[in-house]
């Protein structure tokens, strides 16, 4: 089983910053992604940004330039630095990594979510 630890949300205000952190513990072999997903009230949960386990990257057209993510592979620990940040990044994040369990098993885990509240 792998759980995932959130943190790093809040409240900002528009044009401000803010670092989020999902540690990823547990029986974990290996990583092969790590990323951020966001759901805004009355939306669907959508791709924010993801890394992959060879460094590979990918981003939502509305993030790019404002948002990166990296991880620290040795912590199992994505992060997603978010600059400029806008009222429509209001939403709440949602960490989730997938990879092969130490028993040799799939494993796609989610986080429990962090609050992200841009004020404009």
């Known amino acids: 089983q792998v759980q995932l630890v959130e943190s790093g949300g809040g409240l900002v205000q528009a044009g401000g910053s803010l670092r989020l952190s999902c540690a990823a513990s547990g029986s974990i072999f290996s990583i092969s992604g790590m990323g951020w997903y966001r759901q805004a009230p009355g939306k669907q949960r959508e791709l924010v940004a993801r890394?992959?386990?060879?460094?590979?990257?990918d981003a939502a057209d509305s993030v790019k330039g404002r948002f990166t993510i990296s991880r620290d592979i040795a912590k199992n620990t994505v992060y997603l630095q978010m600059n400029t940040l806008k009222a429509e990044d209001t939403a709440d994040y949602y960490c989730?990594?997938?990879?092969?369990?130490?028993?040799?098993?799939?494993?796609?885990?989610w986080g429990q979510g962090t609050q992200v509240t841009v004020s404009s």
């Open positions: 890394v992959f386990s060879g460094g590979s990257t």
């Open positions: 989730n990594v997938y990879g092969t369990g130490a028993a040799g098993r799939y494993f796609d885990s």
